[in-house]
């Protein structure tokens, strides 16, 4: 669309030449938005090999519960292993609590029932569990890269028997940088 003139008749663009006087059409859409969050939150893991994040969701696109996978509340995360191979007891598997878990324990108002999860990867069957047990009706998910494994199937499994229904969540913006210096740009003055 062709920029919008201000009253001497020249364009009003900022320095992106994006239009400063017409609605902005590419907005981050609710859906992209929520798993937006979620793989913000998925940056504060120290998980070394994969981050994961989680985002709740109400029926009114507020968000209730938002986690990232991490160890438990009161066990330092420099005292247990982030390994991923070797004797179990030895790796991060025991210990780690999934982003799902986390988003449901840390929700800010008194049942997630109803709502809706953004996870970036599919629920594992500890996971589902969770899910199906706090009443969340539907997963948002990014990857299923694990879809094979017995977990993942015992997952499927449980979710469809619960007719908890899940979907892949394919974002309308593949990428979305944050530029924490954008604040400071300064738009044409006003005439
Ligand atoms: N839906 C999921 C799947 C996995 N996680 C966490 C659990 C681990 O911290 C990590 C997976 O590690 P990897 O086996 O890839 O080294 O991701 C989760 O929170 N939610
Ligand atoms: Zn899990």
Redesign the pocket.
């Known amino acids: 669309m062709a920029n919008a003139n201000n009253s001497n008749g020249q364009e009003q663009t900022n320095g992106n030449n994006k239009d400063l006087n017409t609605k902005r059409e590419d907005y981050l859409e609710w859906k992209d938005y929520f798993m937006s969050v979620a793989f913000l939150s998925a940056q504060r893991?120290k998980?070394p090999?994969?981050?994961?994040g989680?985002c709740i969701v109400n029926d009114e696109n507020k968000i209730v519960g938002i986690g990232?996978?991490g160890m438990p509340n009161g066990c330092h995360d420099d005292e247990l292993p982030w390994s991923?191979t070797g004797d179990w007891l030895d790796t991060?598997?025991p210990y780690?609590?999934?982003?799902?878990m986390n988003a449901i324990m840390n929700k800010n108002c008194s049942s997630v029932s109803g709502c809706r999860i953004f996870?970036?990867?599919?629920?594992?069957n500890e996971?589902a569990k969770l899910i199906i047990q706090s009443g969340i009706k539907e997963v948002f998910y990014m990857s299923d890269k694990h879809k094979d494994r017995d977990y993942m199937i015992a997952s499927r499994k449980l979710l469809d028997l619960a007719g908890v229904k899940y979907q892949q969540h394919i974002p309308k913006q593949r990428k979305i940088v944050i530029d924490f210096d954008s604040i400071n740009e300064r738009h044409p003055k006003k005439p």
């Open positions: 893991s998980d090999s994969t981050q994961v989680a990232y996978n991923r991060k598997y780690v609590c999934h982003a799902e996870v970036a990867l599919f629920p594992c996971c």
